[in-house]
C-alpha cells in the first residue's frame, strides 16, 4: 500500500522553463513532507521541507506548495537549469520523526539545453 | 570530505552467505539509519538508531542486524543472504531524531 505516491515516472523540461514535481498521499495524519534530489550513483540530498502548519514554503528557486485538503504537495523549480537533472523523492511523515517517513517512487527530471 | 560514507560500493555474494556494509558519519549527527531501495525504488528505513536505541521497522528479517561501535558508525551485517535480498542500501544521519538529511551514497548489494 503506497502511502506516497509520484505518478509521474519521468519529466522533460526545457532550461529556464518551470518544473513541476507532483506528490500525493494518502495519510491524512502526515504533517510534515520533505523533497530529496539524486543524482546517479549518490545517496539522495535534501532540498527542501514543508510542515502542514504552512502551505508554501520557498529556498531559492525550489518552492514546494502544500495542498491539505487534496493530499497532494509540488515542488516548483523556476528557472529550471540543467544541473537540476535528476530523481527527485517526496517523503511524508506524522511528526517530524526520520524513524517515520516515508518514501514516494521518485519522479525523473530531465532539463533539456 | 565525505559526510556519509558507506562501504563497499558494490558487493556480489551468493545465497546463504553472511556479509557487512559499513557505514560511517563525520558530522556529529546523533541518529543513523539503514534503508533499502527495492526494486521499484521506493526507498524502505530499515533501522534507526540513536543514542543507543534501536528503532527496527518490523518488516526487516531478523537476519538483518545494525551494529554500532560507536556515535559515529552503524555497519549492517545480514545473515544467510537471499535472491530477495539484492538492492541498493543506503546508510543516513540525523541531527537528534530529525528527518535524515545526510545519506551516502549507496552499496548495490547483489546476490546470486
Known amino acids: 500500500d503506497q502511502q506516497v505516491k509520484q505518478n509521474s515516472p519521468s519529466l522533460s523540461v526545457q532550461e529556464g522553463r518551470i518544473s513541476i514535481l507532483n506528490c500525493d498521499y494518502t495519510?491524512?495524519?502526515?504533517?510534515?513532507f520533505l523533497w530529496y534530489k539524486k543524482y546517479p550513483a549518490e545517496g539522495p540530498t535534501f532540498l527542501i521541507s514543508?510542515?502542514?502548519?504552512?502551505d508554501k514554503n520557498e529556498d531559492g528557486r525550489f518552492t514546494v506548495f502544500l495542498n491539505k485538503s487534496a493530499k497532494h504537495l509540488s515542488l516548483h523549480i523556476v528557472p529550471s537549469q540543467p544541473g537540476d537533472s535528476a530523481v527527485y523523492f517526496c517523503?511524508?511523515?506524522?511528526?517530524?520523526?526520520?524513524?517515520?517517513?516515508?518514501f514516494g517512487p521518485g519522479t525523473r527530471l530531465s532539463v533539456l539545453p | 570530505d565525505t559526510a556519509v560514507s558507506q562501504t563497499p560500493k558494490y558487493l556480489v555474494t551468493q545465497m546463504g552467505n553472511d556479509k557487512s556494509i559499513k557505514c560511517e558519519q563525520n558530522?556529529?549527527?546523533?541518529?543513523m539509519y539503514w534503508y533499502k531501495q527495492d526494486s521499484k525504488k521506493f526507498l524502505k528505513i530499515m533501522f534507526s538508531?540513536?543514542?543507543?536505541?534501536?528503532?527496527i521497522n518490523e518488516t526487516v528479517p531478523n537476519r538483518f542486524s545494525p551494529k554500532s561501535p560507536d556515535k559515529a558508525h552503524l555497519n549492517l551485517h545480514i545473515n544467510s543472504l537471499e535472491l530477495g535480498d539484492s538492492a541498493v542500501y543506503f546508510c543516513?544521519?540525523?541531527?537528534?531524531?530529525?528527518?535524515?538529511?545526510?545519506f551516502g551514497n549507496g552499496t548495490r548489494l547483489t546476490v546470486t
Open positions: 495519510n491524512s495524519m502526515f504533517d510534515y
Open positions: 558530522l556529529g549527527h546523533d541518529t
Open positions: 517523503a511524508a511523515s506524522v511528526g517530524n520523526y526520520g524513524q517515520n517517513f516515508v
Open positions: 514543508i510542515s502542514s502548519i504552512k
Open positions: 543516513a544521519s540525523s541531527q537528534a531524531l530529525g528527518p535524515p538529511l545526510h
Open positions: 538508531y540513536n543514542n543507543k536505541e534501536l528503532i
